[in-house]
């Protein structure tokens, strides 16, 4: 069983920064992709980034360029830092870790940590 803790969402101005973090129960990131994902209201959770265990990035297309996915292997961590940020940004963000193994799908998700972006 892993368990994901994300941390460092808030209010924060439009254009402004946020860094959210992601701390894992233990070490899984050779094994795992681990991905941020979000869900504004009314709306489907949708990926916002993904890092594969080989250290492959992969974006969505709305966020490329101002979002930069990254993990710490030595804190279990993976971070999402969120650059210019617009009101389209406001979500709940959720972590995910996922692998496929012997035919079975380990998926894990955190809590969510919110994001408001507003003047």
């Known amino acids: 069983q892993v368990q994901l803790v994300e941390s460092g969402g808030g209010l924060v101005q439009p254009g402004g920064s946020l860094r959210l973090s992601c701390a894992a129960s233990?070490?899984?990131?050779?094994?795992?992709?681990m991905g941020w994902y979000r869900q504004a209201p009314g709306k489907q959770r949708a990926l916002v980034a993904a890092l594969t265990p080989a250290g492959t990035t992969n974006y969505a297309d709305s966020v490329r360029d101002r979002f930069a996915i990254s993990r710490d292997n030595a804190k279990n961590t993976v971070y999402l830092q969120m650059n210019s940020l617009n009101a389209e940004d406001t979500a709940v963000y959720y972590c995910?870790?996922?692998?496929?193994?012997?035919?079975?799908?380990?998926?894990?998700w955190g809590q969510g940590t919110q994001v408001t972006v507003s003047s």
């Open positions: 233990t070490n899984i990131f050779s094994i795992y992709t």
């Open positions: 995910n870790a996922y692998r496929r193994a012997y035919q079975l799908n380990y998926n894990y």
